[in-house]
Antibody
Framework: VHLVESGGGLVQPGRSLRLSCVAS????????MHWVRQVPGKGLEWVSG????????GYSDSVKGRFTISRDNARNSLYLQMDSLRPEDTAFYYC???????????????????WGQGALVTVSS | QSVVTQEPSFSVSPGGTVTLTCGLT?????????PSWYQQTPGRSPRTLIY???SRSFGVPDRFSGSIVGNKAALTITGAQAEDEADYYC??????????FGGGTKVTVL
C-alpha cells in the first residue's frame, strides 16, 4: 500500500487549495478514505472521510462548510478541496486508508490502517 | 460533545512496562467506540498499532497490547525498548461518522 499526497504549499488567508492523494498497492475503490491533519508540534485531528462510492462523507466541525472531500476511483485518487483557508488550518495533511468500504462504522473494524507521508499546508499572508 | 482524554506524558525504563489510557470526559469507552492506537515518531507519519481495542495491526511487536480497563481503553507496552520512545494517539468513533483523536501521550524511555 502506498499513499502519496501532493498539492500542499503556502497560501494566503481566505484563498483555496486542493490536496490530492494517489493510492497504489490495493483496490482503491473497495475502501473508504480519510484526511487527518497535524499542526506542527501538536496532535492529530481527523478532518474528513468518504465512503468507497462517495455516497457518504463527513467533516470535523472545524472544517465543515469550508472543506470538501471527493474521490476519483478511476484515477485511484482522493482529494480535499480547502476553501476560505485560515491561519489555523496550517498543518501537515495526511491521507489515510480505512480497512472497510463504509464511511460509517458498524461492521468489523473502524480505524486507519495505512497512512501517507503528509503534505504541508501553510496559510499565511 | 465529549472530549477524548490521554495522559500528556509518561516515562518508562528500558525493559519496563507502561500503560497509557484513553478516556472520555463524559461517559465510558466501550468496544462499540472502536478504540484504536497509533504511534508517531518525530518527522514520521503515524503507524497503526491496535484496532478494535485489542487487535494488533500487522507487523506490530507483541510487546504492544490493547484492552479496555474499567471505563477506558488502554495501551500497554511490556518490555519497553528505546525505539518505543514516541507520541501515542488513541482514536474513538463517536457516531455519525465522526472520529476523534485524543491529545496524545509522549512516552520517554530512559
Amino acid at each position: 500500500v502506498h499513499l502519496v499526497e501532493s498539492g500542499g504549499g503556502l497560501v494566503q488567508p481566505g484563498r483555496s487549495l486542493r490536496l490530492s492523494c494517489v493510492a497504489s498497492g490495493f483496490i482503491f475503490d473497495d475502501y473508504a478514505m480519510h484526511w487527518v491533519r497535524q499542526v506542527p508540534g501538536k496532535g492529530l485531528e481527523w478532518v474528513s472521510g468518504i465512503s468507497w462510492n462517495s455516497y457518504a462523507s463527513g467533516y470535523s466541525d472545524s472544517v465543515k462548510g469550508r472543506f470538501t472531500i471527493s474521490r476519483d476511483n478511476a484515477r485511484n485518487s482522493l482529494y480535499l478541496q480547502m476553501d476560505s483557508l485560515r491561519p489555523e488550518d496550517t498543518a501537515f495533511y495526511y491521507c489515510a486508508k480505512d480497512p472497510g468500504p463504509g464511511y460509517f462504522c458498524g461492521g468489523s473494524s473502524c480505524y486507519f490502517d495505512f497512512w501517507g507521508q503528509g503534505a504541508l499546508v501553510t496559510v499565511s499572508s | 460533545q465529549s472530549v477524548v482524554t490521554q495522559e500528556p506524558s509518561f516515562s518508562v525504563s528500558p525493559g519496563g512496562t507502561v500503560t497509557l489510557t484513553c478516556g472520555l470526559t463524559s461517559g465510558s469507552v466501550s468496544p462499540n467506540l472502536y478504540p484504536s492506537w497509533y504511534q508517531q515518531t518525530p518527522g514520521r507519519s503515524p503507524r497503526t498499532l491496535i484496532y478494535n481495542a485489542d487487535s494488533r495491526s500487522f507487523g506490530v511487536p507483541d510487546r504492544f497490547s490493547g484492552s479496555i480497563v474499567g471505563n477506558k481503553a488502554a495501551l500497554t507496552i511490556t518490555g519497553a525498548q528505546a525505539e518505543d520512545e514516541a507520541d501515542y494517539y488513541c482514536v474513538l468513533y463517536m457516531g455519525g461518522g465522526l472520529r476523534v483523536f485524543g491529545g496524545g501521550t509522549k512516552v520517554t524511555v530512559l
